[in-house]
């Protein structure tokens, strides 16, 4: 069972819209603790696609945003492409627990 | 752009020892605000925090595994390791190295299968 929880799987048609939540606590996203999202392909390690809630690193395009309201924060993909499938965590601070927690992971296809 | 290497055996007995170790290339581990990471992957499952060491020695680790966890700084070979005793085959999962700014893993190596198994 993850601290955060996720949405077990998400699916959009390629240039549709999809929206990933990952909902917390008053200990972690509640508390004002930055969220970070991963994108992970089978058998590689996962890449930061989100961090402090709403930046992309230079690499990933403007299609990928974040947001965060109260003990809950989402990641929308616009116009989605092929190669955006794959699995997405959320990431945070948990200041119970005084360390990182994650979300459970959510798939996404892409039809 | 700093890279991270995992190195160690990929299979350990039960009730032993999993020692792993992260070579760090790119930048040196003792300098700047990060946090040198540990993270996991049980098959089919989600990341795992192990826990993380600062470039003072300071260690945080997962409430759940912190009896068994140890994670040091080698700053002589840039490299820093982590240390899991009494392992199960619930420990059988891909280990991840990563480099933590705060808290955002910006850095990670490409991870090594660690089967626990007689």
């Known amino acids: 069972q993850s601290v955060l929880t996720q949405p077990p799987s998400v699916s959009g048609a390629p240039g549709q819209r999809v929206t990933i939540s990952c909902t917390g606590t008053t200990s972690n996203i509640g508390a004002g603790f930055d969220v970070h999202w991963y994108h992970q392909l089978p058998g590689t390690a996962p890449r930061l696609v989100i961090y402090?809630?709403?930046n992309r690193p230079s690499r990933v395009p403007d299609r990928f945003s974040g947001s965060k309201s109260g003990t809950s924060a989402s990641l929308t993909i616009t116009g989605l492409q092929p190669e955006d499938e794959g699995d997405y965590y959320c990431?945070?601070?948990?200041?119970?627990?005084?360390?990182?927690?994650f979300g459970g992971g959510t798939k996404l296809t892409v039809l | 752009q700093v890279q991270l290497q995992e190195s160690g055996p990929g299979l350990v007995k039960p009730s032993q020892t999993l020692s792993l170790t992260c070579s760090v290339s790119?930048?040196?581990?003792?300098?700047?605000?990060?946090?040198w990471s540990w993270i996991r992957q049980r098959p089919g499952r989600g990341l795992e925090w192990i826990g993380y060491?600062?470039?003072?020695?300071?260690?945080y680790y997962n409430s759940s595994l912190k009896s068994r966890v140890d994670i040091s700084l080698d700053t002589s070979k840039n490299q820093f390791s982590l240390k899991l005793t009494s392992v199960t085959t619930a420990d059988t999962a891909v280990y991840y190295c990563?480099?933590?700014?705060?808290?955002?893993?910006?850095?990670w190596g490409q991870g090594t299968l660690v089967t626990v198994s007689s």
């Open positions: 990563a480099r933590a700014a705060t808290v955002l893993l910006d850095s």
């Open positions: 790119g930048g040196s581990i003792s300098s700047g605000s990060y946090y």
């Open positions: 402090a809630t709403n």
């Open positions: 060491i600062y470039n003072n020695g300071n260690t």
């Open positions: 990431h945070s601070h948990d200041s119970g627990l005084r360390g990182s927690v």
